[in-house]
């Protein structure tokens, strides 16, 4: 993230190129996020691409991210040459978010970030700084946003040794059910 105060005026238009989908790294998740998707029904698509870092010496849990695709370079579409992984929930083709309406609070706040006292530009390449007209409102969401990513972080980290034991006893679930689809699938009376 580059530490750069705010300029005085800032105007920012999405230019829909899905740029921030590739360079963010770690996608980071938050306990707001992961409450959201709770509720609205979007935890399940989420779920497989949830990486959980441990500390390898007590595996205690130290963030919540969304495990990124690599691209391999035989795979690239052409206007992906310059980047090296992508976000899985992205539609490569079309540049849309796949969860838009409850994507990461970390996307809704892009490219601002709060470090406790400045909004400050994630991305100072990012083509939509500059461009369009920035409505009080858009930039009231935007900076909204950054601030609960900001108070989320402290939080989550205190809360993930809970939060892996939420998402431990998903996996096991998930694992049964599909062990006992399997077996139903091999019994000879489901044939
Ligand atoms: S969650 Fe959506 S908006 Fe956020 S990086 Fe992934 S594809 Fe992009």
């Not at 978010?97 to 006292?117: M, V």
């Not at 989320?152 to 205190?158: A, E, K, Q």
């Amino acid at each position: 993230m580059v530490n750069k105060e705010l300029m005085p005026k800032f105007i920012f238009e999405c230019q829909k190129t899905g740029r921030c989908c590739y360079i963010v790294d770690p996608i980071k998740i938050f306990d707001i996020d992961l409450a959201r998707w709770w509720t609205d029904g979007t935890f399940g698509t989420v779920f497989p691409y949830l990486n959980l870092n441990m500390m390898t010496e007590t595996l205690v849990p130290t963030e919540v991210k969304i495990e990124k695709t690599i691209l391999l370079e035989n795979e690239k579409k052409p206007n992906e040459r310059e980047f090296n992984s992508v976000c899985p929930l992205l539609n490569r083709e079309t540049k849309e978010c796949t969860i838009y309406s409850t994507r990461p609070i970390t996307c809704k706040a892009f490219p601002l970030a709060y470090n406790g006292e400045n909004f400050v530009l994630r991305d100072l390449e990012c083509p939509g700084i500059d461009k369009g007209t920035m409505t009080a409102e858009h930039l009231k969401q935007i900076r909204t946003a950054a601030k609960r990513e900001y108070t989320s972080n402290n939080r989550t980290v205190t809360i993930l040794p809970a939060i892996h034991s939420l998402l431990m006893k998903e996996l096991t679930e998930l694992a049964m059910k599909e062990a006992a689809a399997q077996k139903e699938k091999g019994s000879p009376e489901s044939e």
